[in-house]
């Protein structure tokens, strides 16, 4: 198993030293918010890769992230995954949960997932086996993949599978996929994982219009039952997720609003657009 995969499962599963289970029934979410961002501020080697940040995502939310490279997008995610610690400002998860001292395993187990640009998935398993070691609790233990699975478990597995449209290709091997349905194996092994809160990055670069489409219509919909934060450049997936958009530029929040309102902001326009 590689170095990486086995970091993306001990971060699922909790088992990193040190860490402790946090219970995600626990989330207090009495406010309507699940996440909360303020006055957040980053630095690398003098330069101020988020500058006072702040940021709310309600309960249930689809929110796109939009900016141009280098406004700060990917450090937010690293700040709420626990992967980078802000040099001032606060971060909660729910009501009481404070990002800003608990380690990536604590944050992954609490309800927090994360899905990078490229997939990280099993290529040597099939479709359902993937799906099957994401929903482990234990994976120290290799052969504990071939383990008798419980009817409602099997069933979670068909429900995703039918949810990430995959399941004619439940007994392929992974790395014979396509690279749309890599991302879509990967967001299911997410899924699998009961998350409160997804944060996906570029999620449909490279896929094919109808790839693209289709994960829009996923994405829409996962909210309600989830809360999602999508970094995203193709404007037009932007808009079929019809949600609310927040633009990021020199580390702070620029504009917000729905697609067209941000699209129509001069300051959007001159940093971003272009147009």
Same mark, same amino acid.
Do not use: C
């Given at each position: =198993?590689?170095?990486?995969? #086995?970091?993306? $499962?001990?971060? &699922?599963?909790?088992?990193?030293?040190?860490?402790?289970?946090?219970?995600?029934? !626990?989330?207090?979410?009495?406010?309507?918010?699940?996440?909360?961002?303020?006055?957040? #501020?980053?630095?690398?080697?003098?330069?101020?890769? $988020?500058?006072?940040?702040?940021?709310?995502?309600?309960?249930? +939310?689809? @929110?796109?992230?939009?900016?141009?490279?280098?406004?700060?997008?990917?450090? *937010?995610?690293?700040?709420?995954?626990?992967?980078?610690?802000?040099?001032?400002?606060?971060?909660?998860?729910?009501?009481?949960?404070?990002?800003?001292?608990?380690?990536?395993?604590?944050?992954?187990?609490?309800?927090?997932? @994360?899905? %990078?640009?490229?997939?990280?998935? %099993?290529?040597? $398993?099939?479709?359902? +086996?993937?799906? /099957?070691?994401?929903?482990?609790?234990?994976?120290?233990?290799?052969?504990?993949?071939?383990?008798?699975?419980?009817?409602? +478990? @099997?069933?979670?597995?068909?429900?995703?599978?039918? @949810?990430?449209?995959?399941?004619?290709?439940?007994?392929?091997?992974?790395?014979?996929?396509?690279?749309?349905?890599?991302?879509?194996? !990967?967001?299911? =092994?997410?899924? *699998?994982? /009961?998350?409160?809160?997804?944060? $996906?990055?570029?999620?449909?670069?490279?896929?094919?219009? /109808?790839?693209?489409?289709?994960?829009?219509?996923?994405?829409?919909?996962?909210?309600?039952?989830?809360?999602?934060? &999508?970094?995203?450049?193709?404007?037009?997936?932007?808009?079929?997720?019809?949600?609310?958009?927040?633009?990021?530029?020199?580390?702070?929040?620029?504009?917000?609003?729905?697609?067209?309102?941000?699209?129509?902001?001069?300051?959007?326009? +001159?940093?971003?657009?272009?147009?």
């Amino acid at each position: =198993m590689s170095t990486a995969l #086995s970091q993306k $499962l001990d971060a &699922v599963s909790g088992n990193a030293s040190g860490g402790h289970r946090v219970n995600p029934g !626990e989330l207090d979410l009495s406010h309507k918010v699940i996440l909360y961002l303020d006055g957040i #501020s980053v630095s690398f080697d003098g330069f101020k890769a $988020l500058n006072d940040l702040s940021l709310t995502i309600d309960a249930g +939310e689809l @929110r796109a992230i939009i900016g141009p490279n280098g406004a700060g997008k990917t450090t *937010m995610m690293d700040v709420i995954t626990g992967k980078t610690r802000p040099d001032s400002g606060t971060a909660f998860f729910g009501q009481s949960l404070d990002l800003t001292r608990m380690n990536e395993p604590e944050i992954a187990h609490a309800g927090i997932g @994360r899905k %990078f640009q490229k997939p990280t998935i %099993f290529e040597q $398993l099939t479709v359902f +086996e993937n799906l /099957e070691l994401a929903m482990k609790t234990d994976k120290r233990v290799w052969k504990s993949l071939f383990a008798q699975l419980a009817s409602d +478990e @099997r069933d979670r597995v068909a429900d995703t599978l039918q @949810r990430i449209r995959l399941v004619d290709e439940a007994d392929r091997l992974a790395g014979l996929l396509s690279h749309g349905q890599k991302q879509w194996l !990967e967001i299911g =092994m997410l899924l *699998m994982q /009961e998350p409160r809160l997804l944060l $996906l990055d570029e999620p449909v670069a490279g896929m094919t219009d /109808e790839e693209t489409e289709r994960t829009a219509e996923l994405f829409v919909s996962l909210a309600g039952k989830h809360s999602l934060v &999508v970094v995203e450049h193709d404007m037009a997936f932007v808009e079929a997720l019809g949600g609310k958009v927040t633009v990021l530029h020199e580390g702070a929040v620029l504009a917000e609003g729905d697609l067209a309102t941000v699209q129509n902001d001069a300051r959007v326009i +001159e940093v971003y657009l272009g147009r």
